[in-house]
Each structure stands twice: as structure tokens, then as C-alpha cells.
């Protein structure tokens, strides 16, 4: 239960006000401040050096431009902009163009009228130019409404877009049946927010045991799945059902987050898989950091040794 209860620290930490204040004077500030681990910087410039970077040891890339929760139509509206200009950037970069987002950051919890204009703004800009784009999945009580707007969008034929399923919530499986159907791709992954027994297994165990047969479902019902894992024992799994069911390796990939697991990445690229990293970027980088060290809390320890060598 240790997970459990430091996911549940973390996310209460990650609203503190002061903390956030202190993080941001600290975390980015050079090369090797203690966010940059996570992060790729706080500027699309930055973020493109990091793709490059990534593309150059043959791995994929998404880009996340940071945000989240946002609480009036004004800052939905310039979170808009943000990926309006951060998909003109990637264009004439010339780095893959594929992009995530969050629905709350489009103003989700101020009015999905709203939300939806500004997802199919970002739609109507990157679809032309051959970008796909992954909506995140937050916390369940998004869900319902977060897989509503994605089957409506399909249904309209935006077509150059993915979801993401957590194999954490009871629902999931049935989503993915749903999912499957309407032939979109699903990004798997086990789930990042602080969920309720109602709604989620609360044991990692069955959390591993849900992924594991999601997996096993997307990869021989799905349509280029993505396995978002940096657990071993996950990618094994995949790995066998893979081949023991003649799944060959360009029918779906495997994606990380920005600096977890770096060995792992290169391992999977080098035995032949297709692997695609998670860039986030942007101000807005404080809740998203705390997740990851919710979620492994040995990288506390990394962050205070940073902190200690930077103001040495
Ligand atoms: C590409 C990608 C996109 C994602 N998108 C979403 C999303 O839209 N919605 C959502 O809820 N969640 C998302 N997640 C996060 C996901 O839900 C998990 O919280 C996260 O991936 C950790 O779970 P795990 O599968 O790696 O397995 P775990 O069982 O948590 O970890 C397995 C092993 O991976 C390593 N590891 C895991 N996390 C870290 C870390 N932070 N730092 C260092 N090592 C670590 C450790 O070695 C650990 O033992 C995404 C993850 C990835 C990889």
C-alpha cells in the first residue's frame, strides 16, 4: 500500500501554493536543475532540443505542453494558442508531429462547449498537416465525459486521434471493448491519479492483473495499441503475447515518460520494437512532476540531492 498512500501525498502536496513557489524558483532554473529529469524545459524550443535528442536514438515522440485544471475560459483560451503555436513550431521543426492533451486544460471544468471549440481548433490545425493527437485521461470523474467528447469527435471523423484507457478503474474493460469497435487507437496505461475503491482496484496487484489482460485484448483486437508502461514485467507480457500470437512488431509500440527508464527504452528499440517518448513541457510543469514522484518515491531522494547540490 506504500503506492497508494504516497500517490495520496503527493497529490496533496501538489497544492500547495508555497511548494509550487519554492519548485519553480529551484526546478528549472539550469541544465541540471532537479525538474529537468522529467521535464524537458519550459519553452517549445526546449522541447524540440529534447525531441531531437530522442529522435536521434531511433525512438518516436509525443509532445505534452503542460497544463492542466484550468479554471476560467481566458486561460482555456490561451492554453488553446499554446498548442496552436506549438503545432506551427513542430512543423517547422520537422520532428514528428504528434502532440497530447489534456482535456482540462481546455477548460473541461468550466464548460465542455468550450472545450470541445478548442479541441477541434486544435483538430482543424493539425489534422491538415499530418499531426496525431492523444487525449490524456485524468481523473475518473472525467471519464464519462472525456470518452463522450473523443466518440463524438470520431464520430465526425477526426480520425488522426487516440485515447487512453487505466487499467486502474473497474470500467476500463468495458471502454476498450467500446473503443475497439469504433476502431480508435488506446493508449494503456495503469493510471496516475489518486482513485477511490468505488471506482479502482486499489491493489497493485490487481491494477498489474487488469493492464495484463487489457494488453493481451488490445494487442489482438486493437488498432496500433499503445502498451505506456515502464514495468517489466508488463513489456514481457506484451512481448510473448506478441509473438506467440504473430503481432509483429510495426502493429503497435511501446511509450515512456521522458526520463523514466531510459535503459529500458533503448533495450526495446534494440531488440525491434518501436518505442515513443512522452515530452512534457511548459510553466505549468508542478503538478505533473508530482505525480512522478508520487509514483516512485526514490525519486524524492534524487530531487533532494539536487536541491542540496545546487545551493551548495
Ligand atoms: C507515455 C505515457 C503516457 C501516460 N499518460 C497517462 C494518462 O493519460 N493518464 C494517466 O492517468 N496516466 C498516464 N500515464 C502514467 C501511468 O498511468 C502511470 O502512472 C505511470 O506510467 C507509472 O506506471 P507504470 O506502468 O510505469 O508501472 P509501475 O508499476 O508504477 O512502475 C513500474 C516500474 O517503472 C519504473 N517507474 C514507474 N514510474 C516511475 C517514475 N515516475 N520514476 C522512475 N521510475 C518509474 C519503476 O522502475 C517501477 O518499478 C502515462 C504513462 C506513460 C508512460
Known amino acids: 500500500m506504500l503506492g497508494r498512500a504516497s500517490k495520496t501525498f503527493f497529490h496533496l502536496v501538489a497544492q500547495s501554493g508555497t511548494l509550487r513557489k519554492l519548485a519553480s524558483r529551484y526546478g528549472m532554473r539550469k541544465p541540471s536543475s532537479f525538474a529537468r529529469r522529467f521535464i524537458a524545459g519550459e519553452t517549445i524550443a526546449e522541447a524540440i532540443e529534447a525531441a531531437r535528442a530522442v529522435e536521434a536514438r531511433d525512438m518516436l515522440i509525443t509532445l505534452d505542453l503542460l497544463g492542466e485544471s484550468v479554471t476560467n475560459l481566458n486561460e482555456a483560451d490561451a492554453a488553446t494558442r499554446g498548442y496552436l503555436a506549438v503545432i506551427d513550431a513542430i512543423v517547422r521543426s520537422g520532428i514528428e508531429r504528434n502532440v497530447s492533451v489534456k482535456l482540462t486544460q481546455l477548460g473541461l471544468d468550466v464548460d465542455k462547449a468550450s472545450t470541445i471549440d478548442n479541441i477541434r481548433k486544435i483538430l482543424e490545425r493539425a489534422g491538415p498537416v499530418g499531426f496525431f493527437?492523444?487525449?490524456?485521461?485524468?481523473?475518473?470523474?472525467?471519464?464519462?465525459?472525456?470518452?463522450?467528447?473523443?466518440?463524438?469527435?470520431?464520430?465526425?471523423?477526426?480520425?488522426?486521434?487516440?485515447?487512453?484507457?487505466?487499467?486502474?478503474?473497474?470500467?476500463?474493460?468495458?471502454?476498450?471493448?467500446?473503443?475497439?469497435?469504433?476502431?480508435?487507437?488506446?493508449?494503456?496505461?495503469?493510471?496516475?491519479?489518486?482513485?477511490?475503491?468505488?471506482?479502482?482496484?486499489?491493489?497493485?496487484?490487481?491494477?498489474?492483473?487488469?493492464?495484463?489482460?487489457?494488453?493481451?485484448?488490445?494487442?489482438?483486437?486493437?488498432?496500433?495499441?499503445?502498451?505506456?508502461?515502464?514495468?517489466?514485467?508488463?513489456?514481457?507480457?506484451?512481448?510473448?503475447?506478441?509473438?506467440?500470437?504473430?503481432?509483429?512488431?510495426?502493429?503497435?509500440?511501446?511509450?515512456?515518460?521522458?526520463?523514466?527508464?531510459?535503459?529500458?527504452?533503448?533495450?526495446?528499440?534494440?531488440?525491434?520494437?518501436?518505442?515513443?517518448?512522452?515530452?512534457?513541457?511548459?510553466?505549468?510543469?508542478?503538478?505533473?512532476?508530482?505525480?512522478?514522484?508520487?509514483?516512485?518515491?526514490a525519486n524524492v531522494m534524487f530531487v533532494i540531492r539536487s536541491i542540496l547540490g545546487e545551493r551548495r
Not at 194 to 203: G, I, L, Y
Not at 273 to 278: G, I, M, N, S, T
Open 133 to 297: 493527437v492523444r487525449i490524456d485521461m485524468e481523473h475518473s470523474s472525467y471519464t464519462d465525459v472525456t470518452l463522450e467528447i473523443f466518440e463524438t469527435l470520431w464520430r465526425h471523423g477526426y480520425r488522426q486521434i487516440g485515447i487512453v484507457l487505466q487499467s486502474a478503474l473497474y470500467r476500463s474493460e468495458e471502454d476498450l471493448r467500446r473503443i475497439n469497435e469504433l476502431g480508435a487507437r488506446v493508449r494503456l496505461v495503469k493510471g496516475a491519479y489518486q482513485e477511490s475503491k468505488t471506482v479502482a482496484h486499489q491493489k497493485k496487484a490487481d491494477v498489474d492483473a487488469a493492464y495484463s489482460r487489457m494488453l493481451k485484448t488490445l494487442l489482438t483486437d486493437g488498432h496500433y495499441p499503445a502498451i505506456a508502461t515502464h514495468d517489466p514485467v508488463m513489456i514481457d507480457i506484451a512481448r510473448s503475447w506478441a509473438r506467440e500470437h504473430h503481432v509483429a512488431a510495426d502493429r503497435f509500440e511501446f511509450q515512456m515518460l521522458y526520463g523514466v527508464r531510459r535503459d529500458l527504452q533503448a533495450m526495446l528499440v534494440a531488440a525491434g520494437y518501436r518505442v515513443r517518448v512522452y515530452i512534457p513541457f511548459g510553466e505549468q510543469w508542478f503538478p505533473y512532476f508530482m505525480r512522478r514522484l508520487g509514483e516512485r518515491p
